[in-house]
């Protein structure tokens, strides 16, 4: 009995090391032959984000449909559409590209994103991604100084409720990750049920080696989500 738990473990052992042999030679490949490149415009040149840190989901990568992210329509729903081009930079924020993307504004009767139906109150002219749906995704190339076990809080909002995951280096890394809705029977004003900001606390809990990395976000199931920011903290440091 003795000898078989030993064996048990040895092969248990083995296994797990070739998975983790695995995944590691699947993540170098993903990131030899990946062609988006960190975002860069006239106001942000970091180069990749920083972890920990707070990710700017807007600041997916530069690489276009099919490299960078893929979305449902080549039109940017937001920039240049529902914010009319005029010259600005948040109303012309990525307009050419798929990726629907709008900012929080504050002041306005009715009010927007700083409602009373708020849980939490965002930063006003926050870029956020909108117009989800099932079956996009988008990805971001970060810089992680330390390796280690990370959690993020997702800022967002959610009409009805929804799930998304992430991938780390082409490889999923979280399950589905449900997202509380925001909805509220008490906001008569039926548009702004997309404006009711929340904090998903830890929703995400993903290993980071240091250095280098791309995240996925997809959108899973029901879409109708606004994702803004991602703040990510060490909580462990193997
Ligand atoms: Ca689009
Ligand atoms: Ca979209």
Redesign the pocket.
């Known amino acids: 009995m003795r000898r078989f738990v030993d064996w048990y473990w040895l092969m248990a052992s083995a296994i797990a090391l070739m998975a983790a042999g695995a995944a590691g030679a699947q993540n170098a490949d993903f990131l030899k032959s990946y062609k988006g490149t960190p975002f860069h415009d006239s106001k942000y040149n970091g180069g990749a984000q920083k972890i920990p840190g707070t990710v700017m989901c807007a600041y997916y990568d530069m690489g276009g449909e099919g490299v960078a992210f893929h979305?449902?329509?080549a039109k940017n729903?937001g920039s240049g559409a529902l914010n009319p081009a005029n010259g600005t930079y948040l109303n012309e924020f990525r307009m050419n590209e798929?990726?629907?993307t709008s900012y929080t504004k504050f002041g306005l009767d009715p009010k927007i994103d700083d409602n009373p139906y708020d849980k939490v109150t965002p930063p006003a002219g926050l870029l956020y991604?909108?117009?989800?749906?099932p079956g996009?995704w988008l990805n971001v190339t970060v810089e992680v100084a330390e390796t280690g076990e990370y959690t993020a809080d997702l800022l967002y909002t959610s009409n009805r409720g929804g799930t998304i995951s992430l991938d780390v280096n082409g490889v999923a890394a979280t399950g589905p990750l449900m997202i509380v809705s925001t909805y509220d029977a008490a906001d008569a004003v039926a548009w702004r049920q997309w404006h009711h900001w929340n904090v998903a606390k830890d929703l995400v809990r993903i290993h980071l080696n240091k250095g280098r990395n791309v995240l996925t976000v997809h959108t899973v199931a029901q879409?109708q989500m606004n994702y803004a920011t991602l703040e990510f903290k060490r909580v462990r440091s193997s």
């Open positions: 979305d449902a329509d729903n798929g990726v629907d991604v909108g117009w989800t749906e996009e879409g």
